[in-house]
Structure formats: structure tokens, C-alpha cells
């Protein structure tokens, strides 16, 4: 399907895929009321309704996202961290769009107002609002929670797919091994736990080295790691970007344990 | 490394913004007694008074009530000789690395302050083998850059040069605020592993303000849960994470996303 500029702005985005800004403390215009963002975009995608349709419409889904009609009044400086969270939330799934991104929704925020966006997500999810989601982030034990599946990127490439429960106990690309041993979480034993520190630096994608983007970090690269193209792999229901077969990796890793 | 020897210790530190009608209490009657070369963790929510807190210990903030002593005696703030001499002792690193530095001061002059603040007499040959040792200590090339501006470097670079300038003021206390909430899990590691190698090569005190329960348990020796300005629960970092008394560590730790065990999202 290919699509003009235009076309592209004023049919896919905003009613088919919609996105969740990173930083969304910033991501407001400080000098709009919050009403004016949402009436702009119905004035482009439902130019139909009145003012005061717009105006019920928006009471009516901040209000299952339990923000008060008075927040529609305010200006995004009145608004704590987590309600200006929740608002770029609502403005962005107004449409209810079919596919929402959501950049880093939870980076900045504390325990609690993290949890509270991740079950309005949820809950966005279960009552068909938005029928599915892409979550980007850094936060490893909240993915656990929230996705089906996990795809891990390195330096610019896929270097590996599984479901959650997969990619988390048993990873295997050398990265995400690593990735997986960096998890902190407040559970018995985790003090006792060293944590995996990978040395050294991501590459300059200006100039993206030979083979393997990971080789140079990576404790088990061969000089094979460092010729031609590495291709995706894939093994069972997973694919994984490395040129060891699945099995020896794993069998490194137990060893690695002991 | 924890030393039963009292590094700095607070009475009583209330601090209120505001007046009348919209009078605040951002840190309401909170005591601490730090030691040297322990590890301490505040742990609290947006706005619950942890930063001005730390605000407080470096000297930044005046506290409205309460009192801080340092190393024994009563802390002295009032002229800029004793400003300067407090912070030679006291260290801070900042969750925000973009904003952290002076834009307008090049890596080299970033690093020579620090050696002036230290009032060292180095010659040029000495000042640059002790630059060198200290960005190689973070794993940065001291000669990529000396003549670079900070808005040339990475968040990941600032944050490291920052733990670069730790390495050559040797504070007695650093204090971390969220220095990790902006890096990934594995950037995140490296930084940890940094500042714990700092500790124990200097014994210094650590102070980490943070929202990541699980940081505050990985690397702390006491943890103080504040909640609204007050501190409602402190104490070794194992029983207050897995035994906790009051209700609002309890539900911090069950708001914590885990990998073992289920996450109660009702």
C-alpha cells in the first residue's frame, strides 16, 4: 500500500496507529489548555461535530481514565507528572486507533503512577479502545507483565524474537543473555546476585563494523563473528541473530552458571 | 564497608515552601544518622520530599527547622570559604546529565576545576596524567574529549564524566540522585558497578535517592521509606524489603513489577 504524505496524515495516523510521545511531561504545548489539543484533532479527523459534542466526547473518556472535566480547562503546567501522563494517554487514543505505540510511557514516572499507567493501558486494551499495542522501553521486568511477545535490538538490528516467559528465562543471543542478567528486582536472594555489566560501547552506526554489531562485546565472539552478513535465525517458534547454533549457546551459559 | 564512625547526622529537618493558605511540608521532622562508607537509600515517590532532603545535605537549600552536623560538629554554611570547603567534602551526581553541566565549559576546563577545587599545585604534566586516569577509570578516551563541548557527548558520556569527576575529588560523601533512571539496564550495571568500586577504594558514603526499589535493595546498606516528607520506615536494606512493617512499604514493594512472582494489577 503505498500512500502520499497527506493521505498518510490525514487517514492512517491518529485513527489507525496512534503514538505515545517519550518524555510526556515535555510533549504538551505549554501555552494550549488541554481541550484545544483534543478540538484540533477532531477538526482535521471527525470534522462533524460541534464544540460541544467534542467537549462531551472528551468528559466522557477522561473521565474512564479518571481525570476530571477541570483538567480539560487546565494548562499542562497545572498538571502533576502522572496526570499529564495520563492526558497525552487520552488525547492519543481519542481516536480510538487500532495500534498504538507507546514510547517509554513509564521511564520517568514512580512505582505507583507507573503501575496505574500499565493498568489504564490494560484496561484501554480490554474495552477495544485500542486493539493492539507496541511498547518501547528499557524496563525489563515490566515487559514481562504487559507484552505477548519480546523482540530485542541491537546497534540498529533485530538480534532477537520470543515470547515474554521465553526471552526472559531462556535467552539466546549473547545479548540478551546479558541483557536478561542485568534485571534488578526487590526479591530474596537478589543482593547476593552479580550483576552482568556488558564492557565497552554500542558502535558508531556511521560506521557499522563487519559481521556481528555485537562481536566486539560479546565474551564468546570467534573470528567467524566478524565476517559478512549475519542473518536471522530461525529455531522452533524463535528466531535469534547469531551464527552459534542455539543449543551450544545454551550449553555455554550452563556452564557459565556454575 | 559500613564503619560505625558517623559521617554526617540531621535533627529534626522539617523544611516548608510556601506561606499561609498554601504552606507545603516538604520534609516534615526527619532524622538520620549516616555513616562512613555505608551505603544509604531514599526511597519515595514523586513528591515525597526525597530530593529536597538531599537538597539540604549538599547545602542547597536553607532547612526551615532542624539542624545538620558534619563529622561531628554542628554544620557552617554562612560564608562562601566554608561553602567551598563543604563541598569539597560533598558530592553530587544528577539524574539529568543534559543538564548537569555548564554548556559553555569544555570537557578540559570541566575537568581542571576540579583540581582547582581540590586546590592542588600541579604541574601541566601532572594535571593531565591525573585527567587521563580519571576518564579512563570510567572507560572514556581522555584525547576524543578534552576539546569537546558537553552537548557533543552521549547522556551515557555525561554520566559517566560526571562519575569521572567523583574519581578526582574523592568526596567523603557522594549523593546520587536517580543516577540511573535515564540509562538502560545494562549502562545501568556499568554506572552501579562504578560507584561501588569508588566505595570501596575510598570508603566513601553513598546516598542514592531513587524510586527503583530494586536498586535501593541491590546496593544499599540501610533504606529509609519516606512517604509525604516523613520517614516511615528505615533500617538494613534486607529486613526492610523482605520483612516490611508499615503499609506503604508493603505496597511500594507489591507495586514493583518482579520476575518471580505475579504482578496484582486489580
Not at chain 2, 514523586?46 to 536553607?62: D, H, N, R, W
Amino acid at each position: 500500500m503505498t500512500l502520499g504524505k497527506e493521505q498518510l496524515r490525514s487517514r492512517v495516523s491518529g485513527r489507525e496507529i496512534s503514538y505515545i510521545p517519550q518524555a510526556a511531561m515535555n510533549a504538551l504545548n505549554p501555552t494550549l489548555r488541554i481541550i484545544r489539543f483534543i478540538e484540533d484533532i477532531m477538526k482535521e479527523h471527525r470534522p462533524e461535530l460541534s464544540r460541544k459534542q467534542v467537549w462531551e466526547l472528551a468528559v466522557e473518556r477522561f473521565e474512564t481514565l479518571n481525570l476530571s472535566a477541570r483538567v480539560l480547562e487546565s494548562y499542562p503546567n497545572e498538571l502533576s507528572g502522572g496526570m499529564k501522563q495520563r492526558t497525552v494517554i487520552a488525547i492519543s487514543t481519542i481516536l480510538n486507533p487500532k495500534v498504538l505505540i507507546a514510547d517509554e510511557p513509564t521511564s520517568a514516572l514512580d512505582v505507583t503512577s507507573q503501575k496505574a499507567v500499565i493498568k489504564l493501558l490494560k484496561h484501554l486494551l480490554e474495552k477495544g479502545y485500542i486493539q493492539s499495542l507496541v511498547f518501547i522501553t528499557h524496563e525489563l521486568p515490566l515487559l514481562y507483565h504487559v507484552t505477548d511477545d519480546i523482540m530485542v535490538m541491537y546497534a540498529g538490528e533485530i538480534v532477537e524474537r520470543g515470547t515474554a516467559e521465553q526471552m526472559i528465562f531462556d535467552p539466546i543471543h549473547p545479548y540478551t543473555k546479558k541483557l536478561m542478567g542485568s534485571i534488578i528486582v526487590p526479591e530474596e536472594g537478589m543482593r547476593g546476585h552479580k550483576l552482568a555489566a556488558i564492557p565497552g560501547t554500542p558502535p558508531n552506526l556511521k560506521t557499522v563494523p563487519e559481521g556481528c554489531r555485537f562481536a566486539d562485546r560479546c565474551t564468546y565472539a570467534q573470528s567467524e563473528c566478524r565476517q559478512g552478513r549475519i542473518e536471522l535465525q530461525t529455531f522452533q517458534d524463535r528466531s535469534y541473530r547469531c551464527i552459534v547454533p542455539a543449543d551450544t549457546l545454551r550449553e555455554w551459559y550452563a556452564h557459565e552458571d556454575e | 564497608m559500613k564503619t560505625n564512625e558517623v559521617l554526617i547526622s540531621g535533627k529534626h529537618l522539617t523544611k516548608v515552601f510556601g506561606y499561609g493558605k498554601h504552606k507545603t511540608t516538604a520534609v516534615d521532622d526527619v532524622s538520620f544518622e549516616f555513616h562512613k562508607g555505608e551505603i544509604i537509600s531514599i526511597v519515595g515517590e514523586s513528591g515525597s520530599g526525597k530530593t529536597t532532603l538531599a537538597k539540604m545535605i549538599m547545602g542547597l537549600l536553607k532547612e526551615s527547622s532542624g539542624s545538620i552536623s558534619y563529622m561531628g560538629k554542628p554544620r557552617q554554611l554562612k560564608r562562601h570559604a566554608d561553602r567551598k570547603k563543604y563541598w569539597k567534602h560533598i558530592q553530587a551526581i544528577f539524574q539529568d546529565p543534559f543538564s548537569s553541566f555548564n554548556q559553555f565549559y569544555k570537557v578540559e576546563k570541566l575537568l581542571l576545576d576540579c583540581i582547582r577545587l581540590q586546590g592542588l599545585k600541579l604541574s601541566k604534566e601532572e594535571q593531565l596524567q591525573k585527567m587521563k586516569e580519571a576518564c579512563s577509570f570510567v572507560n572514556l578516551k581522555y584525547e576524543e574529549l578534552h576539546n569537546k563541548y558537553p552537548f557533543e557527548l552521549s547522556g551515557g558520556q555525561m554520566q559517566r564524566l560526571m562519575i569521572a569527576r567523583i574519581f578526582m575529588l574523592h568526596p567523603q560523601l557522594l549523593i546520587a540522585d536517580e543516577p540511573t533512571s535515564m540509562v538502560d539496564a545494562c549502562s545501568r550495571s556499568t554506572i552501579l558497578d562504578m560507584l561501588l568500586k569508588l566505595r570501596d577504594e575510598n570508603g566513601m558514603t553513598i546516598i542514592f535517592i531513587t524510586h527503583d526499589v530494586g536498586l535501593a535493595y541491590y546496593v544499599s546498606d540501610t533504606l529509609y521509606i519516606m512517604e509525604r516528607g516523613k520517614v516511615v520506615e528505615s533500617g538494613p536494606a534486607e529486613d526492610v524489603i523482605i520483612h516490611p512493617q508499615h503499609p506503604y512499604t508493603r505496597q511500594l514493594i507489591s507495586d514493583v513489577p518482579k520476575v518471580h512472582e505475579a504482578w496484582d494489577l486489580s
